[in-house]
């Protein structure tokens, strides 16, 4: 949210933004974004990044159903965390995906926001 609306959120705290997550939510979903996880279930347990993308290649075909549900002419996608991007870029791209991003974009979690927020802002220029 601090990346997409900089005027509104970049002042706030983490707890301010939580606490007006509903608002924000609408107006991203309002403002045409979607935001979409690559599996259904989340991961159960911590795996190693080669055995979280080998799930994540797994479910390529429900994500790519997923994406074409929502694609409209003028969408156009982000893969978000690394090993999302390394599990899915060349699958996506070879379906016609109109993909974004050319090099992962680090998850905003754990440590990660300013690498996040830096790439983030330079894609949406």
Known sequence: ?????????????TKEIR???RDFLNRFKSDGFY???SLDEPFERKYS???KIVLL???QKRLLEK???LLAEETHVILIASSVYRANFEFLKQQG???????PIDFPGSGGQ???????????K
């Open 97 to 103: 995906i109109p993909l974004v991003n050319k090099e």
């Open 19 to 21: 606490r007006n997550k």
């Open 67 to 69: 994406m074409k549900y």
């Open 1 to 13: 949210m601090k990346v997409l609306y900089p005027r509104e959120a970049e002042s706030l705290t």
């Open 49 to 51: 990044i080669s055995e």
């Open 35 to 37: 935001l979409i996880d």
């Open 114 to 124: 300013k690498k996040f927020r830096e790439k983030m802002k330079n894609i949406l």
């Open 57 to 59: 290649k797994n479910g």
